[in-house]
């Protein structure tokens, strides 16, 4: 079993509207829990950190579930530019796991 | 200020043979890490370095794979006769130091090809 697990998408969205994804994570013992976003052929960005109480960032809010061991992004009022592959990332210590990764297109 | 730079942007080698990929740290920062990522995957763990010495290297495939950072800076990841399995983007991070709430710096990564 893989220790992040991501919808795979494509999520599909016309500019403005809201999208919304989520990851699970098998490693209870996970310290930190992190959206990264990857443009094609790019190296992943730190796109926010994800906190329990849940954080915005933006159009940008993300939740953590620690019993669930769930996290979720939701994006709102979508832009061309939101287009990209979402990273669901959580931090043991040092070492990151990476989600497959959520590929999001706006379209016009 | 630059960010963490990896040298060449693409590598295509024939089966068999050796390589090496640099990867140039952000000034400063003590941690650096090499991921992998191949198609349709994110990147997976390979190796972690704080200052001169490798803290981790329990996600290196085999012992094909070797990397060093002698002076805490640059390191350098080695492929021993490469493999086609090998292909894939070699991403490397740095940190300024390590735990779990310092943001890992990725650099733009090397595309491996082996033919």
């Known amino acids: 079993r893989k220790e992040v697990e991501q919808d795979p998408g494509p999520f599909n969205v016309p500019e403005g509207a809201t999208v919304a994804f989520n990851c699970t994570y098998s490693n209870s013992a996970s310290q930190s829990f992190f959206w990264y976003r990857q443009d094609c052929r790019k190296e992943p960005k730190l796109l926010m950190s994800v906190y329990s109480s849940g954080n915005e960032d933006g159009r940008f809010t993300a939740q953590l579930n620690r019993a669930s061991q769930y996290i979720s992004l939701l994006i709102r009022d979508s832009k061309l530019s939101d287009s990209a592959t979402y990273l669901c990332v959580v931090n043991h210590d040092y070492k990151l796991s990476f989600g497959a990764g959520t590929t999001v297109t706006v379209r016009a | 200020g630059a960010g963490v730079s990896q040298t060449p942007s693409n590598k295509v080698t024939e089966k068999g043979k050796y390589v090496e990929l640099r990867c140039d740290p952000i000034s400063g920062h003590t941690a650096l890490y090499w991921y992998r990522q191949s198609l349709g995957q994110g990147p997976e763990f390979l190796i972690y370095f704080q200052g001169t010495g490798a803290a981790d290297d329990s996600g290196l495939p085999n012992d094909r794979f070797f990397a060093v950072r002698p002076e805490g800076s640059v390191s350098t990841l080695k492929i021993q006769r490469t493999e086609r399995g090998d292909s894939a983007v070699y991403l490397c991070?740095?940190?300024?130091?390590?735990?779990?709430?310092?943001?890992?710096?990725f650099g733009p990564g090397t595309r491996l090809t082996v033919l």
């Open positions: 991070a740095s940190s300024f130091t390590s735990g779990s709430v310092n943001e890992q710096f």
